[in-house]
């Protein structure tokens, strides 16, 4: 079965392949982030964690990561309402992530030699989706597909099977500073650094202090990605 049958039969729209091998560089990042910023509550304190699916599952061999779109219509307020992130306006995308994440096993028959894993893990997903070539990490240190951009919730699976691997792909984001302008909370830093604490997605999901200072947005922020 090719790989266009597969996302239509497990309902996806992206999937890419690549080693379990621990990731390198972004320990840097990861390492460089904690001591300015601090790390987010709901990431993971262990950087290691993030960094190695052996940790998760040690058998694995292999990293499957699969996607669904979640580009929504801009929405028009009303005086008196609030804004949600896109996200936030359709089906929830943890339960279609597992079904499709099963779905998917199914149909590579990996019955129980895998382990997946849908959001509420710490690896890093947006760096594993880079190297089984899925896109490449943009200024908003949002993985960009080429035909999606960065609207992409992802999964992963862990796995004792081995594939053909995906190659990284390269890209970036040139010249183009508009996200690091646009963003209303300044979190973006320049050079793919983020400062967590200060954007708005974070303080509206965390409640953190400060968070009700926000206008009309209620929940998350799509200013990067738009």
């Given at each position: 079965?090719?790989?266009?049958?597969?996302?239509?039969?497990?309902?996806?729209?992206?999937?890419?392949?690549?080693?379990?091998?621990?990731?390198?560089k972004e320990k840097a990042y990861l390492l460089d982030r904690q001591a300015h910023f601090g790390l987010c509550k709901?990431?993971?304190?262990?950087?290691?964690?993030?960094?190695?699916?052996?940790?998760?599952?040690?058998?694995?061999?292999?990293?499957?990561?699969?996607?669904?779109?979640?580009?929504?219509?801009?929405?028009?307020?009303?005086?008196?309402?609030?804004?949600?992130?896109?996200?936030?306006?359709?089906?929830?995308?943890?339960?279609?992530?597992?079904?499709?994440?099963?779905?998917?096993?199914?149909?590579?028959?990996?019955?129980?030699?895998?382990?997946?894993?849908?959001?509420?893990?710490?690896?890093?997903?947006?760096?594993?989706?880079?190297?089984?070539?899925?896109?490449?990490?943009?200024?908003?240190?949002?993985?960009?597909?080429?035909?999606?951009?960065?609207?992409?919730?992802?999964?992963?699976?862990?796995?004792?099977?081995?594939?053909?691997?995906?190659?990284?792909?390269?890209?970036?984001c040139g010249s183009c500073k508009l996200c690091i302008q646009a963003c209303p909370g300044g979190a973006l830093k320049?050079?793919?650094?983020?400062?967590?604490?200060?954007?708005?997605?974070?303080?509206?999901?965390?409640?953190?202090?400060?968070?009700?200072?926000?206008?009309?947005?209620?929940?998350?922020?799509?200013?990067?990605?738009?």
């Open positions: 079965m090719n790989r266009e049958a597969i996302l239509k039969k497990a309902g996806l729209d992206v999937l890419g392949f690549c080693s379990a091998r621990p990731l390198e709901y990431e993971g304190q262990r950087i290691e964690e993030r960094l190695d699916p052996s940790l998760h599952y040690s058998p694995v061999k292999s990293v499957l990561v699969f996607g669904i779109n979640t580009k929504t219509r801009p929405i028009q307020l009303k005086k008196g309402q609030g804004l949600l992130a896109g996200i936030s306006r359709i089906p929830d995308y943890h339960t279609v992530l597992k079904e499709a994440g099963n779905k998917l096993g199914q149909l590579l028959k990996l019955e129980d030699q895998a382990k997946l894993m849908v959001d509420s893990h710490p690896l890093m997903e947006r760096a594993f989706a880079q190297r089984a070539g899925l896109g490449y990490i943009g200024e908003n240190t949002a993985l960009i597909h080429p035909v999606y951009g960065t609207y992409l919730a992802l999964g992963l699976i862990l796995t004792e099977k081995t594939f053909p691997y995906d190659g990284e792909v390269g890209g970036t320049g050079e793919g650094v983020l400062d967590p604490m200060a954007c708005l997605s974070y303080k509206t999901q965390s409640l953190e202090e400060g968070s009700r200072q926000l206008g009309p947005r209620l929940y998350g922020c799509d200013v990067c990605q738009e």
